[in-house]
């Protein structure tokens, strides 16, 4: 390479070579995003039709594993996605490749049906940075016009509380942002709490509501208000000894404890009815108490709050499994399943126990995904159909010349791409966001 620059400036011939250069990138760019337009369709309908359900916290883990994303690229495609939905004006522009994905995620930040037309062509006219620039605007003026609402809000502050039919209680409300921010952090407070104290006592103990999977958020915001009320009342963070509040007592035939599908019964003390797998798989790393019935009801064993994986064994298990196994799940910590479940007299050593988080665990023994360990060591993972479930999925076969088959296809979906489709209307003059938003805003309009 010439470090004297001469070679930079370009010849007749160079300058007409680069063009075409040029051009080729706008081209295949254009193409690209109205590709991404198909495949956020896709991950739209995947989405929401529950296809990454079946063993991921979310349509984003799945993405993440399958295709290879970071997970915070993940999460922007799903949230893209979903914004799209009833934003078609917005979907198109992207699949004929006149807006870039840029522009298109930064749209989708403040666009709603009734908006979608004005940022269009916000879109169209400007830079990716202009569209950003908008974007910031936009939410201010959403904001100022939320201010004049706050008046009208502090009028209409209530809290409902009253039962409902079936004996639940109903709290329904809306508070003003400082008190609601108040309650918010006493909540996360108390959520903090729940959780560390979940975490002190062994893993596989179940939660404060007697069930063993992890509350959603909904149900830990519930258990988080009966903490801070029950705080408030007591005047201290005390509100009982953790090792009783957590234990569960299963009720559970010998018999289904060997075999799911033998008849018998498993519930949960008080009643509740828990299939057999539930049973298997609270019995599996317990640290709690087993009844064991024999056909005639009569208690045959009662195993109290039986550790099931001794200490030392289970800090040898997390050292060597570093969280759950199931693949793309990674989640640091989690409970320790027999591969043999012991019932079946699988022994309680390393090489039968792989670590599993709540959600994976449950997904073994009741939802027919299988692990095995094989002959050289590593896991295996299978899903209920017996289709193995690789660590890394192999990449999707991409065709010989894949611009080509891209453009062949976007062609064929009726996109018209050329070396101009996505270039802004921006001829070079100032951007004036105040302005610009005074024109195009809604409720920048409605009050003038
Ligand atoms: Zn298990
Ligand atoms: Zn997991």
């Keep these: 390479m010439n470090i004297d620059g001469a070679s930079f400036v370009p010849t007749h011939a160079n300058h007409v070579e680069l063009e075409r250069l040029g051009d080729e990138i706008a081209k295949l760019a254009a193409h690209l995003d109205a590709a991404t337009a198909r495949l956020l369709d896709l991950i739209r309908e995947f989405d929401e039709r529950g296809g990454w359900g079946n063993g991921f916290a979310s349509c984003a883990h799945w993405l993440a594993w399958r295709v290879g994303l970071a997970l915070g690229a993940a999460r922007e495609h799903v949230r893209v996605a979903r914004a799209l939905g009833p934003l078609p004006k917005l979907k198109e522009a992207l699949a004929r490749g006149e807006l870039s994905y840029s522009k298109i995620r930064a749209l989708t930040r403040v666009a709603t049906p009734e908006t979608e037309e004005r940022l269009l062509s916000v879109g169209r006219a400007g830079t990716a940075e202009h569209v950003e620039m908008m974007v910031r605007g936009w939410r201010q003026m959403d904001r100022k016009a939320e201010t004049q609402e706050s008046t009208r809000r502090h009028r209409h502050r209530a809290l ?139 208690v045959t064993e009662v195993g109290a709050r039986t550790r099931t994986i001794p200490p030392a064994l289970r800090r040898a298990l997390q050292h060597r499994d570093k969280g759950c196994r199931f693949p793309g799940c990674g989640l640091p910590f989690g409970q320790g399943h027999h591969i043999k479940h012991w019932a079946h007299g699988g022994p309680t050593k390393l090489s039968n126990l792989a670590t599993l988080c709540r959600r994976h665990h449950r997904a073994i023994h009741e939802e027919g995904f299988q692990v095995e360990r094989q002959p050289d060591g590593q896991l295996c993972f299978r899903q209920p159909d017996g289709r193995r479930i690789p660590d890394v999925p192999a990449p999707s076969a991409v065709p010989a010349n894949p611009t080509d088959t891209l453009q062949s296809q976007n062609g064929g979906a009726g996109a018209q791409i050329n070396t101009r489709t996505a270039m802004p209307g921006w001829h070079g003059e100032r951007l004036d966001v105040g302005y610009a938003i005074s024109v195009l805003h809604p409720r920048a309009i409605s009050s003038t």
Excluded: W
């Design 160 to 298: 409902h509380v009253y039962p409902d039919g079936d004996g639940m209680v109903v709290i329904r409300g809306r508070l003003e942002p400082e008190v609601g921010a108040v309650v918010m952090q006493a909540l996360t407070a108390a959520r903090e709490a729940l959780f560390r104290r979940a975490k002190d006592v062994p893993a596989g103990t179940s939660f404060v509501d007697g069930s063993p999977e992890a509350p959603n958020i909904e149900q830990q915001q519930a258990d988080a208000l009966a903490l801070v009320v029950e705080t408030a009342l007591h005047r201290g963070m005390n509100p009982g000894a953790p090792s009783a509040r957590y234990q569960v007592v299963v009720h559970v035939d010998a018999s289904v404890l060997a075999d799911a599908d033998a008849p018998g019964q498993s519930v949960l003390e008080g009643g509740a009815r828990v299939p057999a797998g539930t049973s298997q798989r609270l019995a599996c790393d317990a640290s709690r108490v087993v009844m064991r019935h024999d056909a005639e009801g009569r």
